[in-house]
């Protein structure tokens, strides 16, 4: 089984405004509960692609916590995606096999408002360019919801695409064609902007590796930027929506920090 994307993770510091602020931007929200750690809380977005969107926010000081930001330094938004595995120990096997090397399996959990118990387990990757993998033991409609929590007033029905800030594009390149396999990648530059990228395909999304070369105005800066407080990683995603008139830009005010857009993807 392919890996697919799994979700994508934004981190708040109000996790119940944050979910009144995206139920205003007309997303359906769930609750999700406490995590195993007793660190973090979250909740969910979900989609009929079976990918989705985690809003976490710390409970307590997490210092060990991957996605910790001390003293708030750095803020909110995206903080990582996940990819989903059909098992992540043999996922993480295949992968040291052919020279790329994942923490793991490491257990995880959390408990749901209405008692039920979620597991899973975690891989680990060792740079912050690629993605975590996150595997269910316990069902995975428990922890991402189906039916009717999976539409939305906005009409968003998937996961189109995600941007990724990286240091070294030829490095990211081979990192990710290990992991995922036999994927094309096409390259490019930004005309003007002083950034190349690459394109891969995930299932049906698109994952566009950005990295500065020079300029100084434009998309490099904003990508030196984020490299240089956030480190690599996620820096953005576009969301399905299947009506034109409904594709727009999200306010970041309300996505508390995420660059969030709503794109025309008609048939996909």
Partial sequence: MPLLPDHLVIRVHDLKQTIADFTELGFTVQRGGTHADGSTHNALIGFDDGSCIELIA???????????????????????????????????????GRGLYYEGPIPGGRVRPDGTRLEWQIGRPSTRDLPFLCGDLT??????????????????????????????????????????????????????????????????????????VNGATGVAVELRAHLATRGEGIVGAALRVEDAAQARALPRELTHGALVELAHAPGA
């Fill in 58 to 96: 710390f409970l307590k000081d997490a210092r060990e916590h991957r996605w910790w930001d001390a003293g708030q330094r750095v803020g909110e938004g995206f903080v990582d995606f996940a990819l989903l595995p059909e098992s992540v120990a043999r996922t993480v096997e295949a992968a040291y």
């Fill in 139 to 212: 069902p995975r409609f428990l922890r991402v919801a189906e039916g009717e929590v999976r539409k939305h007033r906005n009409g968003t029905t998937g996961l189109a695409a995600i941007n990724v800030a990286v240091a070294d594009l030829d490095k990211s390149i081979d990192r990710y064609c290990i992991l995922l396999g036999d994927v094309p990648v096409h390259r490019s530059t930004l005309v003007g902007q002083g950034v190349q990228f690459a394109t891969l395909p995930l299932g049906g999304t698109t994952v566009t590796l950005l990295s500065p």
